[in-house]
């Protein structure tokens, strides 16, 4: 059974439609690659998976139980756990304190603010931030801010984890440490993944299936070396234009 089925979901602002009749299922264990141009309707989508936006029609189901137009608490404590684009960490807290609150709540809610503590001290041992726990979270540059960002999902014991551009921004030899990372915690946690990603080449490499999305509309759904060369994909991301490839 697929963990996460999106079915006919639209979200309408006013005339405009960010988010226009999108199906798709996520199978356990899969990591789906959501690709698309500035104001394809990607984040619009992660937000109503996670609850932050309210759907205009359509279904989520997440294991089989409707999720769709619940407030986010509640879809994180079913296992649904996102990062944002804008990162946004509490900045005059430490690294570890803002993985501590996480762990807090969602599905996880541990309720010792010291077991907390604990346990987020040893999340951060395996996203590789153990050593900067103590400094004030606005200190980490942006791949740290990008790594605190998935260790604070994963704080709330997600099963389902949506990626909101973690490797825009980063160096090549960061967005290969930041997959290694991601493969890594899906193996560990048995974790699903859903990742919206600019990065194509990158997401390419990482994605088991991929969705390409266009205007608010799916309009390719496929392996990555089956959409690599759709001219449907090339048309979604570059209009007539043929030379600037998104790297
Ligand atoms: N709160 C809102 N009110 C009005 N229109 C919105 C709102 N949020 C998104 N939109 C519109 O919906 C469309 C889809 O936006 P969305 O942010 O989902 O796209 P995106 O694919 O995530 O783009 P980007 O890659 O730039 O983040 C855009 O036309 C956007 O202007």
Redesign the pocket.
Known sequence: MSLLSVRNLARR?GG?L?VDDVSFDLMPGEILGVM?A???????LFGMIAGNVKPSSGQIMLEGQAIQGQPPERINALGVARTF?IVRPFPGMSVLENVAVAAMYGRGRIASPAAAREHALELLRETGLADRADLPASQLNLAGRKRLEITRALATRPRLLLLDEVLAGLNATEVGAALELIREVRQRYGLSIVIIEHVMKALMRLSDRIVV?HEGRKVVEGLPAEIANDPRVIKAYLGERRHAVPA
């Open positions: 602002y405009n960010a698309g500035n104001g394809a309707g990607k984040t619009t684009q999305m």
